[in-house]
Every structure is written in structure tokens, then in C-alpha cells.
């Protein structure tokens, strides 16, 4: 994430719960495929649920730019 990216949600996601949730969401799943990344293997049902989280944090993660875009917008005009 660049820093620019990084300063925007540190000043609007104290306002925007939206935003916060995202973000939070984003950390926790990160969080969760490195607990996966640190295990010598995984089960059939791990790497289906590794997969899913993956999806979950993309998703989230283009939100995050979708309302990032937002706050770029209005800090430009």
C-alpha cells in the first residue's frame, strides 16, 4: 500500500466506519493466511478455506480502494 493510501485511511477511518471495517477486516485476514503460510501443509479443507479467505481479502481490499478513491477525489478538487 502506498503511503498516500496509508495516510488516507489513518485520517478518514475515523470517521468512515465503512472504511474502518474494511480495513480491520483486511488485517484480520491477512492475519489468517499467514497462519496458514506458517504451517508445513494443510489439509484438503485448509487449502479450501486459504482460497476463500484470499477472495474475502481482494474483495475487501478493492473496496478499500473504492472508497479510497472517493476521499482522492475530494482532496483534489
Do not use: C, W
Amino acid at each position: 500500500m502506498e503511503k498516500r493510501d496509508i495516510e488516507l485511511i489513518e485520517k478518514y477511518s475515523i470517521v468512515d466506519e465503512e472504511l474502518k471495517k474494511e480495513v480491520e477486516d483486511h488485517r484480520k485476514f491477512e492475519e489468517m493466511l499467514n497462519d496458514f503460510n506458517k504451517r508445513a501443509y494443510l489439509t484438503p479443507e485448509e487449502e479450501v478455506e486459504k482460497k476463500r479467505i484470499k477472495k474475502l481479502k481482494l474483495r475487501g481490499r478493492d473496496k478499500i480502494e473504492e472508497i479510497l478513491a472517493k476521499y482522492r477525489n475530494i482532496q483534489t478538487h
